[in-house]
């Protein structure tokens, strides 16, 4: 028979050892006196549900970045409560739900300044405007926020396809005018209230970049689609300037935003580079 004892001992010494208290070399002390703005965690993917216009769960898949700041005297923060942080909040994600967050992050890692980043695909099922043929488009979206003792900024982004048709060529030309394919992109920061912070729907940032183009973009199209869109475009001439004045009036009007930015850019189809605009605004 063979002797395990002296096995036995050992792993009973590890077991041991284990139990002790183990040092945090991160919270030592660092002499060289800088201060970080920013460490965390980054490009963690994660699974995430988002809170829709019609009050539904939609979920999706996150990419998210998760940081605080370090004062001069730490040598470094504990990533791994980052991770920790995020399982306990993953009810739900929203413009709604970062101050929470963001005052978890901070309580637990003992920090003045916590911010998160998340980008995610949010889908919708369109509906062709003559066939009817339903399908699902996504959006590429992002919410941010920032909690500070100087700063509390809470926003989220939506970047629209759209189509829009040119109004010189259609002026100048004996028929026919040339269109391209563009991108409307809202940020908007979500206005406080004595309830809190204004909750903002991707959908809404949506309307109003399609509204505000030549045509919206469908993910299918018949035939008898196709010549609606075509014509409802050539009806609705439009420059990038002119897109991106029309979703700058709307969300003027939204009493959920404080501030907004706006960028429209074009991917032209007769020139040799992108037109594009942008547009910054800050309720007084």
């Known amino acids: 028979m063979v002797d395990i004892s002296h096995e036995r001992a050992a792993f009973s010494q590890l077991a041991l050892k284990s139990q002790q208290i183990i040092e945090d070399v991160q919270s030592r002390a660092d002499n060289r006196m800088i201060p970080i703005n920013l460490v965390g965690v980054n490009d963690i993917k994660y ?3 988002v809170i829709d216009r019609e ?3 939609q979920h999706t898949v996150a990419n998210l970045s998760m940081s605080v700041d370090l004062p001069h005297d730490v040598k470094g923060t504990h990533m791994s409560r980052f991770i920790e942080i995020l399982n306990t909040h993953d009810d739900e994600l929203s413009i709604h739900t ?4 963001l005052a978890t992050i901070r ?3 003992g920090a003045s300044t916590a911010r998160i980043e998340a980008d995610f695909p949010f889908f919708l099922k369109r509906t062709a405007p003559v066939s009817g043929a339903k399908s699902m488009m996504g959006y590429h979206c992002s919410i941010s926020g920032e909690s500070g ?3 509390e ?3 989220l982004t939506v970047r629209v396809p759209v189509t829009s048709l040119c109004p010189c060529s259609k002026e100048i030309s004996d028929y026919g ?3 391209q394919h563009g991108f409307l992109t809202i940020t908007g920061r979500s206005q406080a209230s004595s309830t809190g912070l204004q909750r903002l729907y991707v959908e809404d940032f949506i309307d109003v970049a399609e509204q505000s183009a030549s045509s919206p973009v469908y993910p299918l199209l018949k035939r008898p689609d196709e010549r609606y869109v075509t014509m409802q475009a050539y009806a609705n001439p439009v420059f990038v300037e002119d897109m991106i004045r029309e979703v700058a009036t709307k969300l003027k009007q939204d009493d959920r935003l404080a501030w907004f930015s706006v960028h429209a850019e074009n991917q032209e189809s007769i020139h040799n580079h992108n037109e594009f605009a942008q ?3 800050a309720r007084a």
């Open 153 to 155: 900024e809470y926003v």
């Open 107 to 109: 309580e637990k890692l």
């Open 149 to 151: 003792p100087v700063k």
């Open 47 to 49: 699974p995430i549900r």
């Open 55 to 57: 009050a539904t769960t």
């Open 279 to 281: 547009i910054e605004w």
């Open 98 to 101: 970062l101050p929470d967050i």
């Open 177 to 179: 005018a040339h269109n």
